[in-house]
Each structure stands twice: as C-alpha cells, then as structure tokens.
C-alpha cells in the first residue's frame, strides 16, 4: 500500500509540515528487504549451494521488523519484573485535551510524569510520616499507547503495577488499595495544571487562552475526573497471568496501529482500503446489546493519515520505568525474585536470532543445505553499499 501511494500521498501533502520521523520510518519500511539495500551471503561448503538474506529496515513502523522490535521491548521488561502481584493500570486523557498532544508532542512527556506523579502523591497520602522516613517508593512500567482500535488519536497511560512499596531499609511492603475516585479526580489535576505549566514555560504553538477555556470545560463534564482502570485480579497465585500481561502490554506499546489480519480490501483502481475493528464498548455489552464489528471502507490517503500520525518522533521513550524498577534504583535483589528465570530470557533472546526465530515458529532452518550441510556466512559475497562496500 505505502510502495504503491506513498509518493501520490507526499504530492497531495506538500502543503503540510510531515514529520522527520514519518519520513525516515516510511522510507525505510518501503526499502526493507531490498536487494540494492544490501545482503548477507550464505553459502554451502560441501556443494556450493547458497542462501541470500536481504537486509532489514529496522523499523518498527514495519510488520515484521517491528514484530522484531516489540519482542526485544518485551524481553527488556520482562529483565525487570519481579515477582510481586501485578496489575494493569489505565490513564486516559479526557477527549477535548487530546487533540493539544498532537500539537505539541512533547506534551507527550508531560502525561508521562502526570501519572508517575498521581501514583507517587497517593503513595504520600497513605502515610506521609512513613513515606518521608523510609524513603518509600514505588515499581511501575508506563506505556503509552496513542492509538484505540479505531486508529484515532486517543494517548494513553497503560501502567504494569507492582502492588509493593520499597523502603530504605530494602524490604518490601503491599500496597493493594488504590482508591479510585482519587486517582481520577488526582491525575486530572495533574495533568491539566502540568500542562499550563509547560505552555506558560515552552516556546509552543498552543493557544494557552485556548487551553485554558477547554480545561473549564473538561472540569465541567468530567466532575469525577478524568478515566482511570485498575482492577484487581488474583495474580499473587497467577504468575503466568502477570507474564501474560507483562507481554501483553509491552507489544502493544510498540504495535502499528493496526495489524494486517484487519485489512479486509485493497482497491487500487478506486484508491480505497476497507478494514474493520471490534468497538471497545462491545467488552461490557451483552450480546443484544453489542454493535458487532465495524467496517470502514475510506480512501487510502486517508487510511495512510491515520498509521502515520502514530509513528513517534526518534528517541522518543514510548515505555518507562518509574521507582524500584528505574535504573536510579539502588534496588538489587537476587535472580530468584525475578518473575522469569535467566532460562526464560535466554530462551527469549535465542528466538530474536534470524535462524533460530524460523526454527523455532516454523520448524525450518533457512541455512541447512540439501545436502544436509550447514550453509556458512560469506562476507566477500555479501554487499554492504551504505559502508560503502561493493
């Protein structure tokens, strides 16, 4: 889709300010794979048979080296993890704020420390004498999602919650409760006043009169405050579901904002694309109540906009750590309070390696000649034109 409109839709957007970010993912996902991009040779020592691997994007906009990408973010949480009882937390930003996020990517950040900041203020308020003397701190992973299944603009703060407290003296305590209406009414203060304060200090292209008038009327619909999720489930007993849901959310995180099974059509004659997506509100409906399965037919400029406006800008940090799970901690606990064992993450990094990726989900190993034979990597063969050599 991209190869075929990419350079139609730049002509139809000269007019408007693209990203550099949205220039180099899509340019390099459209030269993945590509022969004049470089190779690596493989080849027989016994029968001279070979193998050529093209060289990848590296981009995680890209399907399959963004698979690459979200399964090396999964392993570097699931390093973290120890094996607390977790839970899955949820930060949205009220609908009349989002469109500012857009605006200004930086505000991006500023949701980032709103949540830490909610979840460390609440921490306080349970026991400020406690929580000055023993130091005491949290151990979360944030995430952010900008995206709903829709595709539209919609940031958002999935958190992994360990539901402990470290203090000073390196022990551990719980901290199951979590109250709710604080934690919405809390992250809307601290988000709203966060981002005033940015505006007032950053050369932005924010109206802060604009802001500051939607803020009001954000305050006036949402006078619970903005949407918080954090239900409890029995995972002290349940590690597979905290693994489950550690790597759940960390691909998530770095997912495009749709997957290929959800492209229903592709129609090149009338420029259109037809997808679908199930409607988030469908999770708690009944079966008579459900609106069932959406199908949007739109054209492929559009269906374009809406993937692009979800690549970040570079070095941009879509997953922190926050607390006991930062690299600031001084924690340091043994490997047997890990949630996986140095044989699990191990077993993880094996299946990133090319080869070994294809042996283990399909059971074929690309360099095994016919012969029977390993095929051996040939650097005189290979072609690397970006180093420059022939």
């Keep these: 889709i991209f190869k075929e409109h990419w350079d139609e839709f730049l002509i139809l957007n000269k007019d408007k300010v693209i990203r550099p970010s949205i220039l180099e993912n899509v340019s390099r996902m459209i030269k993945c794979s590509d022969m004049n991009e470089g190779f690596l040779y493989f080849e027989c020592p016994n029968c001279g048979n070979f193998h050529i691997k093209t060289m990848t994007c590296k981009s995680r906009f890209g399907p399959s080296c963004g698979k690459k990408y979200r399964d090396k973010i999964s392993i570097s949480v699931s390093k973290k993890l120890y094996k607390f009882p977790h839970r899955q937390l949820v930060f949205t930003i009220p609908y009349e704020l989002r469109k500012y996020f857009r605006l200004d990517r930086k505000l991006l950040s500023i949701l980032f420390s709103s949540v830490n900041k909610t979840l460390t203020d609440f921490l ?61 009414k ?38 619970d405050g903005a949407y918080f999720y954090g239900k409890q489930g029995n995972y002290e007993y349940s590690i597979k579901s905290v693994k489950a849901m550690a790597n759940y959310i960390a691909r998530y995180a770095s997912h495009p904002a749709i997957s290929e099974r959800r492209i229903l059509k592709w129609d090149k004659l009338n420029k259109t694309i037809t997808w679908f997506y199930e409607p988030h509100e469908d999770d708690t409906k009944t079966e008579e109540e459900k609106l069932g399965k959406q199908i949007i037919t739109e054209s492929v400029f559009d269906f374009i906009k809406r993937l692009i406006i979800h690549i970040p800008d570079k070095s941009f940090q879509q997953i922190r750590y926050y607390g006991f799970y930062s690299n600031k901690s001084k924690t340091s606990l043994s490997y047997s309070t890990k949630l996986f064992s140095t044989k699990d993450i191990e077993h993880s990094i094996l299946h990133l390696e090319w080869k070994f990726g294809l042996l283990f989900s399909f059971g074929y190993n690309p360099l095994l000649c016919e012969c029977g034979h390993e095929m051996i990597y040939n650097y005189d063969k290979s072609y690397f034109p970006k180093a420059g050599i022939p």
Excluded at 146 to 158: E, L
Excluded at 165 to 172: A, D, I, R, S, Y
Aim: net charge positive; with cysteine; aromatic share 16%.
């Design 124 to 184: 306080k308020s349970k026991a400020n004498k406690a929580y000055t003397k023993e130091h005491r701190q949290l151990g979360f992973i944030s995430f952010l999602h900008t995206y709903g299944r829709d595709m539209k603009w919609h940031p958002h703060i999935h958190v992994l919650y360990a539901e402990r407290f470290l203090k000073n003296t390196g022990n551990f305590g719980n901290f199951y409760y979590l109250d709710f209406e604080v934690m919405r």
């Design 186 to 223: 809390t992250f809307l203060y601290n988000l709203t006043h966060n981002m005033i304060i940015y505006c007032k200090s950053h050369n932005t292209n924010i109206n802060l009169k604009n802001l500051r008038q939607t803020i009001s009327e954000v305050y006036t619909r949402c006078k």
